[in-house]
């Protein structure tokens, strides 16, 4: 583990290569799990806001469980996460030529809403558990995930370098560059402890 200010992040999220494989995974992140997607105290608000510019783009069960169960539900750990249709897939998904992917996340790219998706959503395989005085960065083994650690290894490309954008967005930029330059240095040791 190495430490960031307050954040803790695991070996894995620097060491281990990933690049998700939608062509063979088919987006099973957004369908497979024991609950929705984890929320954020702050995105409750921001999933009402702007559900009436990403209704459109979703599918008339994810609407229905929206409307029945609300734009969230409180899962058995009474954490908040994204509604289900009939407790499997995310209510928020659309399939496109049999991929799952996010409504909320199409409505951002056609420039209809300003929030991109859940954080947790974006930051996947990486899971953030919360402290009081730390937050816990891992990363998220997932057998649905197998080809995309196939794919980072052939592409040679870590979980932090895959996910910049989104871990930019959680922790900033200057975090994002020092957890960069943390991970190149230690390289560097790895390398140079195996010379000696």
Sequence with gaps: MLQIGKV?????????????DLRNCKGACCIDGDAGAPLEESELKKLSSVYPKVKPYMRQEGIEAIEKDGFYTIDDD??????????????????EHGVA???IEKAYFDKKVKFRKPISCHLYPIRISKYNKFDAVNYHRNKICNSALLLGNI?????????????????????????????????????????D
């Design 78 to 95: 009474g954490d908040y996460v994204t509604t289900l249709v009939n407790n499997k897939e995310c209510a928020y998904i659309y399939f």
């Design 8 to 20: 803790i992040v695991s070996f894995d999220v620097i060491q281990k290569e990933f690049v998700c």
């Design 101 to 103: 992917k996010c409504a």
């Design 155 to 195: 592409s040679g490309v870590p979980i932090y370098r895959f996910l910049e954008d989104s871990i930019s967005r959680k922790y900033g930029n200057k975090w994002y560059q020092k957890l960069k330059y943390a991970a190149e240095n230690l390289e560097i040791v790895k390398i140079s402890q195996q010379d």
